[in-house]
């Protein structure tokens, strides 16, 4: 089973500010590579697929990139409605494995 | 536009099994490439997948939980049913399903969850 590995665990941002968040498989996932973002009492929403190809109606503010065993969510700008929980998930190997996340909270 | 609903009891006992119903809207199982899945979250934790149903009716488990589960479909009814077996505390969690459009693709729509409590 593929171990995703993401960090940091927490990210303290303030608005407007650039956040980065990682993630890390134990082996190559190629591009099979997609990013969630959780609310408290939400289902995830996805966000990105195929490692950088936005969602339908996700906002251009969002942008993944990497490929293999490394990849990054960057969301430009933060807005008050982007501090979440956010998740990586392979989909390159059953089953699909999700990282621990990483919560995006307000600094 | 695509809906999935989750159903079941929000309470059962150690020991007893747990039968959930997704219902679905929206998408038709029978489209080729077409999957639903089931996928778990204990309260504060990380997701976790459970089982995977496409649309020519092959089936994927999470292999540590595949001797408990068993995924269906009634593609008339846009039904998805789980049932997993010998339920555990550790097994109380908020049950999610979801859509995937083809076997190479994450799950874009996903119901709103239910949560499962398994207590005495």
């Known amino acids: 089973e593929i171990v995703m590995t993401q960090s940091p665990a927490t990210l303290s941002v303030s608005p407007g500010e650039r956040a980065t968040l990682s993630c890390r498989a134990s082996q190559s996932v190629s591009s099979n590579l997609a990013w969630y973002q959780q609310k408290p009492g939400q289902a995830p929403r996805l966000l990105i697929s195929g490692a950088s190809t936005r969602a339908t109606d996700i906002p251009a503010r969002f942008s993944g990139s990497g490929s293999g065993t490394e990849f990054t969510l960057t969301i430009s700008s933060l807005q008050s409605e982007d501090f979440a929980v956010y998740y990586c998930?392979?989909?390159?190997?059953?089953?699909?494995?999700f990282g621990q996340g990483t919560k995006v909270e307000i600094k | 536009q695509v809906t999935l609903r989750e159903s079941g009891p929000a309470l059962v006992k150690p020991t007893q099994t747990l039968t959930l119903t997704c219902t679905f809207s929206g998408f038709s199982l029978s489209t080729s490439g077409m999957c639903v899945g089931w996928i778990r979250q204990p309260p504060g934790k990380a997701l976790e997948w459970l089982a995977r149903?496409?649309?020519?009716?092959?089936?994927f488990y999470s292999s540590s939980l595949k001797t408990r589960l068993t995924i269906s479909k009634d593609t008339s009814k846009n039904q998805v049913v789980l049932t997993m077996t010998n339920m555990d505390p550790v097994d109380t969690a908020t049950y999610y399903c979801?859509?995937?459009?083809?076997?190479?693709?994450?799950?874009?729509?996903w119901g709103q969850g239910t949560l499962v409590t398994v207590s005495s």
């Open positions: 979801a859509r995937m459009r083809r076997v190479t693709a994450p799950p874009d729509f």
């Open positions: 149903i496409d649309w020519d009716d092959d089936k």
């Open positions: 998930q392979q989909y390159n190997y059953w089953p699909p494995t």
